[in-house]
T-cell receptor
Framework: IAGITQAPTSQILAAGRRMTLRCTQD?????MYWYRQDLGLGLRLIHY???????GKGEVPDGYSVSRANTDDFPLTLASAVPSQTSVYFC?????????????FGPGTRLTVL | GQNIDQPTEMTATEGAIVQINCTYQ??????LFWYQQHAGEAPTFLSY??LDGLEEKGRFSSFLSRSKGYSYLLLKELQMKDSASYLC??????????WGAGTKLIIKP
């Protein structure tokens, strides 16, 4: 592994189903982030984690949950998917927290909820 | 509210120079980032400005004026591979990163 990986690459999901998007980094970065990107809108922060064991809510957290059991992994769970959660999801990490450091992004997961 | 404004789309010619502007209104300021995002790919870091002035990095330069809430990204000697979206993002007083919607740059031969 080099950098950040995300899985799956893409997924079509029925509304009401539960889904976990996986994110793993091998850079030993302290901070990790989940964003969604929709056409015509900027990246919007869903949840973040400044260090293992801690998480925080971003701009659009409703319907999503995260955990940070260790430094490397930061999964994002949709408890009961809805069509408005159709989006491209990016995981990112940075060495420092507090958004003063370059963020490294994973390749993204394209999610469609029908 | 907090706001980042960038042009939606710009067109330029291969070999030319283009300037992409970004204006921001945020609660405080702790730095401004520019990222490049090719279609279907992840954003990648280009530059970070926290003090006023021009930062040059090869063909790309980024300028910041904190008093005017303004930045620009200058791309010189444009190449076809520079066709991408360019994202401006500002770190506010709570150290949250606020993203603009991005500027799609189209390079024509």
């Amino acid at each position: 592994i080099a950098g950040i990986t995300q899985a799956p690459t893409s997924q079509i999901l029925a509304a009401g189903r539960r889904m976990t998007l996986r994110c793993t980094q091998d850079m030993r970065h302290n901070a990790m982030y989940w964003y969604r990107q929709d056409l015509g809108l900027g990246l919007r922060l869903i949840h973040y984690s400044n260090t293992a064991g801690t998480t925080g809510k971003g701009e659009v957290p409703d319907g999503y949950s995260v955990s940070r059991a260790n430094t490397d992994d930061f999964p994002l769970t949709l408890a009961s998917a809805v069509p408005s959660q159709t989006s491209v999801y990016f995981c990112a990490s940075s060495d420092q927290d507090r958004a003063v450091d370059e963020q490294f992004f994973g390749p993204g997961t394209r999610l469609t909820v029908l | 509210g907090q706001n980042i404004d960038q042009p939606t789309e710009m067109t330029a010619t291969e070999g030319a120079i283009v300037q992409i502007n970004c204006t921001y209104q945020t609660s405080g300021f702790n730095g401004l980032f520019w990222y490049q995002q090719h279609a279907g790919e992840a954003p990648t870091f280009l530059s970070y400005n926290v003090l006023d002035g021009l930062e040059e990095k090869g063909r790309f330069s980024s300028f910041l004026s904190r008093s005017k809430g303004y930045s620009y990204l200058l791309l010189k000697e444009l190449q076809m591979k520079d066709s991408a979206s360019y994202l401006c993002a500002v770190t506010d007083s709570n150290y949250q990163l606020i993203w603009g919607a991005g500027t799609k740059l189209i390079i024509k031969p």
